[in-house]
């Protein structure tokens, strides 16, 4: 089943504990993007990547990392969570040659930062 | 500018209603745009997009109107069931060959009454 995947997806943590969310995707995607959701701000783009050790800020990367290693994994990399990044994180992926622009998103990953 | 609320906006139908979701955007230079569904601990899943040189698009049972003119997209569902229930974003990406970034709104909640 084509699929993105994240893991945990719930996680609560303490301020300053370093942390990784993982996200795996099957369809052999190129792009692949992070994104945080937080009530009245709806969806923010916090990293993207075009392609294998390509990567790129969106619109709030500080206090974040992610690397590119491999076509499929494209994890979120916290150093010293604060808490304002309790948020709810998606990963999302495309292809990036395609006639569709579809992103497709993972189920979410629920973190909490004490 | 205008601050936001906590609280999204809200739509109200009857099951077997027909339901219309607005949306505004404001990037000129956007050239696509998608409708996602997000139902309560999921991530947002694609349900139709459409191309900034079409006006409308049709799938099953919903459709996608396009106003360039003043901005507006809207998603008409039609014969709404109690699984129609869910938040409703629409976001817009610029034109092909930049970030695949997608601009989300703030999101509608359909809550449909059986």
């Known amino acids: 089943e084509a699929q993105v995947t994240q893991n945990p997806r719930y996680l609560i943590t303490v301020t300053g504990k370093k942390l990784t969310v993982t996200c795996s995707q099957n369809m052999n995607h190129e792009y692949m993007s992070w994104y945080r959701q937080d009530p009245g701000l709806g969806l923010r783009q916090i990293y993207y990547?075009?392609?294998?050790?390509?990567?790129d800020k969106g619109d709030v990367p500080e206090g974040y990392k992610v690397s590119r290693k491999e076509k499929r994994n494209f994890p979120l990399i916290l150093e010293s969570p604060s808490p304002n990044q309790t948020s709810l994180y998606f990963c999302?992926?495309?292809?990036?040659?395609?006639?569709?622009?579809?992103?497709?998103f993972g189920p979410g990953t629920r973190l909490t930062v004490l | 500018g205008e601050s936001v609320g906590l609280h999204l906006p809200t739509l109200s139908v009857q099951e077997g209603d027909n339901s219309i979701i607005n949306c505004a955007y404001s990037n000129s230079a956007s050239d696509y745009f998608i409708w996602y569904k997000q139902e309560s601990g999921k991530g947002p899943q694609f349900i139709i997009d459409?191309?900034?040189?079409?006006d409308k698009r049709q799938g099953q049972r919903v459709t996608v109107l396009l106003n360039k003119t003043v901005k507006h997209l809207s998603l008409q569902i039609a014969a709404t069931q109690p699984g129609d229930s869910a938040v409703y974003f629409c976001a817009e990406t610029p034109q092909r060959g930049s970030n695949y970034k997608l601009t989300f709104g703030k999101g509608t909640l359909l809550t449909v009454n059986p």
């Open positions: 459409i191309r900034s040189n079409m």
């Open positions: 999302a992926s495309r292809p990036q040659r395609t006639s569709t622009d579809t992103q497709y």
């Open positions: 990547s075009m392609n294998v050790e390509v990567t």
